[in-house]
């Protein structure tokens, strides 16, 4: 699928690398990749139309505690050990928070002038500025940008997607649902995140895990796209109440159009046109949160329209998402 060039160090050289030196890749069957997504998508969707829903629930549950506590930090542990915390990872924490910031803006705009509910506000909230940026964001980066674009993807994903819903979010989250907020729960939920402390420890690693423990890793981090793309199509749900049409109109476009697009514009006339750069924009089009969206379920902010909104947007995302790469490729 891809064909990997190891560049090899010699022992005199430090082992410590930048966030665009870890392995150089070349794409050589970006198609056949998405075939892969879509084919382990289409067979969750398969499975979860020939399960009762008890089974399919417990699932779907099995697989996503096996994504967020095995393959995830396997994953994060593979690709993060060794990177300098230099300036080249300003950007995708800075990219993501400001995502966050103006879809948030825009999305209360939006609703203002619209009129929209109270609840339907908080649902867009949960559903527009987050972005799937570890189930889709990761697979989709191994298909586009090769293993060069993990870095990336995972500093944007764990330092701006889950840090964003593991502070912000979890405030938004108190003022739309009526509980009270806790930066005391908000920051150990965040401190106990598997894929987080994953994060700390190969921030502080020298070099990458080799031998057997390098292995295991690297076959447990090998399965998080399958296991990741079926437990999505177990938990796709797509029923979508018409009167809800506008906003959801409104939420996918900006999702997975505007948001990237605006900040391939800025990065354009700022001149960054490096892989951070593009890597950054690109999971700024993932399709919405699977875990913010199931947090606003759970706290009664609108579910069949929030489901609505992250099982079209995650179809949707398989159109969109190679479309801003092919803009991001022309562009910068």
Not at 79 to 84: D, F, H, N, T, W
Request: glycine share 8%; proline share 5%; charged share 10%.
């Amino acid at each position: 699928m891809f064909h990997i060039d190891k560049t090899v160090i010699p022992r005199q050289q430090p082992r410590k690398q930048n966030a665009y030196a870890i392995i150089s890749v070349k794409k050589r069957d970006d198609m056949g990749s998405i075939l892969l997504l879509l084919l382990f998508f289409g067979l969750g969707f398969y499975l979860r139309g020939r399960m009762g829903e008890r089974l399919r629930l417990s699932a779907a549950l099995l697989l996503n505690r096996y994504v967020v506590y095995i393959a995830l930090p396997a994953l994060v542990l593979v690709y993060l050990p060794g990177i300098r915390p230099d300036a080249s990872l300003i950007l995708p924490v800075a990219s993501a928070w400001g995502i966050y910031a103006l879809s948030v803006g825009i999305v209360l705009l939006g609703a203002k002038m619209a009129g929209w509910s109270r609840r339907i506000t908080g649902a867009l909230l949960f559903t527009v500025p987050l972005g799937n940026t570890s189930f889709l964001g990761v697979p989709m980066t191994l298909a586009f940008y090769g293993k060069a674009g993990l870095p990336t993807t995972l500093i944007y994903d764990q330092i701006g997607s889950f840090l964003i819903l593991s502070t912000a979010g979890i405030f938004l989250l108190s003022l739309y649902s009526g509980s009270r907020f806790s930066l005391q729960s908000a920051l150990a939920r965040m401190i106990r995140f598997p894929a987080f402390i994953a994060l700390i420890a190969a921030l502080f690693l020298g070099s990458p895990f080799t031998g057997p423990a390098g292995t295991l890793l690297s076959t447990f981090a090998a399965t998080l796209s399958p296991a990741a793309m079926i437990a999505v199509g177990l938990q796709l749900r797509l029923r979508f109440p018409r009167h809800e049409r506008a906003p959801f109109l409104f939420a996918l476009g900006i999702k997975l159009l505007l948001a990237p697009l605006l900040l391939l514009l800025l990065f354009r006339l700022l001149g960054l046109t490096d892989l951070t750069a593009k890597v950054s924009i690109f999971e700024a089009a993932m399709a919405p949160m699977v875990s913010s969206s199931t947090l606003a379920i759970l706290a009664g902010l609108e579910a069949e329209f929030v489901a609505s909104v992250l099982g079209y947007g995650i179809l949707s995302s398989f159109l969109t998402v190679p479309l801003v790469w092919w803009v991001i490729e022309r562009v910068l």
